[in-house]
Each structure stands twice: as structure tokens, then as C-alpha cells.
């Protein structure tokens, strides 16, 4: 199931379960067309994948991530462009203690460590739409965490009771312990 599917789940669900509201907002229109022509033109190497997510909400919070808008983007580039140069990353959010959500050059989505740590970055997946479908939205969601894939399952008993996201994650069979 591909994260546009998830998405219509999601939003079907919000009215009857208040839980996940927290953990699942996506704005109801896409970001400016003026905007994406901006990226595509500062980053050519920006995702097909990618630029589908920005037609269809500009901003959105997923989990423990936050996605750029089109008016906050130009600021947060800014504050991450000495750390992560424009030709190789493009930011594209961030998490929730604050650091960086990239798209690398290659097509991968990695997550940086701030500003001071350049050189430290975690490759979450191999495009957007896997980081969608199974990091915020599937079995690897720890991975947001910073858990290896040999922790997942201990990580996901840990949190099931606190972390209703993870509990809808669950009971949709998108993560399985």
C-alpha cells in the first residue's frame, strides 16, 4: 500500500479516533505551483515523489515529523544551507527534537543532526515515498527514532501503551511485533 493510500485511511479515521489527530495533520491544498517551480529550479535533483506530496498539502505533520511549508522554507534552507549545501541537500522538514529531514542528491531521505554535526546524518530510506509508507506510516517507524532494526520490536512493546500513533500503526497491520 503506497502512502497515498495510508493518507485516505488516515483522514478517514480522524473523526473517530481524536487519538491520532496529534500525530497525523496534513494541510487540504497543495503548495503554490510558484513555490515547487522555485525548488525544482534550486534543486534539480528534487523527487518526482516528492513534488506529488507538495501538490497535494502544502505542510503536513506525520508522526514525529514536521514538513516545510511553503512559507517557512526559505528560512529553514537558509538556517541548514551551511551544514547541508543546496547541491547535494534539500530540507524538507524536520523531527521532533529539531534536527533536519534531508533529501540527499541521490534520492535517499536521511536525517540530519543539527547544524553543528554536518557530517553525522542517518539514511531513513531509499526515496520519499518509502519514508512516507514505511518509516512514518509502516514497520520501520522507530527508525524515526534513531532504534536500529534489530531493536524495532522491543522499542515498539516500550511504546505501544504511550504512543497512540504507534497503537494505529498496529491495528492497521502497518508495523507488526
Known amino acids: 500500500m503506497d502512502w497515498k493510500d495510508k493518507f485516505r485511511i488516515v483522514n478517514s479515521c480522524i473523526d473517530t479516533n481524536e487519538d491520532i489527530e496529534q500525530d497525523f495533520y496534513i494541510k487540504s ?5 510558484d513555490f515547487v517551480l522555485k525548488l525544482k529550479a534550486i534543486y534539480p535533483f528534487v523527487t518526482e515523489d516528492y513534488l506529488q506530496f507538495l501538490e497535494m498539502t502544502d505542510g503536513a505533520d506525520i508522526a514525529q ?3 516545510l511549508e511553503a512559507n517557512n522554507f526559505d528560512s529553514f534552507a537558509e538556517q541548514y544551507g551551511q551544514s547541508y549545501p543546496k547541491k547535494s ?9 529539531g534536527d533536519p529531514l534531508l533529501l540527499h542528491k541521490n534520492g535517499k531521505i ?20 518509502e519514508f512516507i509508507s514505511e518509516v512514518l506510516m509502516g514497520q520501520r517507524y522507530a527508525s524515526i527514532f534513531r532504534i536500529e532494526k534489530g531493536e524495532f520490536n522491543e522499542f515498539y512493546e516500550d511504546e505501544l501503551d504511550d504512543d497512540p500513533w504507534l497503537a494505529f500503526l498496529i491495528q492497521n497491520q502497518w508495523v507488526r511485533i
Open 65 to 67: 515529523c514536521r514538513f
Open 110 to 129: 536521511a536525517l540530519g543532526e543539527g547544524k553543528a554535526n554536518k557530517e553525522v546524518f542517518t539514511f531513513l530510506a531509499s526515496n520519499f515515498s
Open 29 to 33: 491544498e497543495g503548495a503554490p505551483n
Open 89 to 97: 541537500w534539500m530540507p524538507i522538514g524536520y523531527e521532533a527534537g
